[in-house]
Nanobody, 133 residues
């Protein structure tokens, strides 16, 4: 079965940390750029961090720069998002996506153009992150 499965979400206090994982099964992740997208309640899904297939380029949206770190281990067919310094506004469902047609920088996967993101090959079902005291 071809799928992405996220894990690692949970409830954390402000200032805390989480490490999200995105595990691929049924296909080789090293052919795909990976992106992490977040959807808060009542808001549209937004791209927050992306990494190219071999990790050469990364992208972070301004609100998470310096706090989140994206990485990947192609040998383990898994990508990660380290979340540090969490804030209540980081609350939401975090989805990972795999994209095989990335040209250029990882930003091209994470930033919507004319309200549209690229057509991802695979989406996970999401893992929920709640930041609250």
């Amino acid at each position: 079965q071809l799928q992405l499965v996220e894990s690692g979400g949970g409830l954390v206090q402000p200032g805390g940390s989480l490490r999200l994982s995105c595990a691929a099964s049924g296909f080789a992740l090293d052919y795909y750029a990976i992106g992490w997208f977040r959807q808060a309640s009542g808001k549209e899904r937004e791209g927050i961090s992306c990494i190219s297939s071999q990790g050469a380029t990364t992208y972070y949206t301004d609100s998470v720069k310096g706090r989140f770190t994206i990485s990947r281990d192609n040998n383990k067919n898994t990508a990660f998002l380290q979340l540090n310094g969490l804030k209540p506004e980081d609350t939401g469902v975090y989805y990972c996506a795999a994209y095989s047609k990335l040209f250029g920088d990882a930003q091209n996967m994470c930033v919507s153009r004319n309200g549209q993101y690229p057509n991802m090959d695979y989406w996970g079902k999401g893992t929920e992150v709640t930041v609250s005291s």
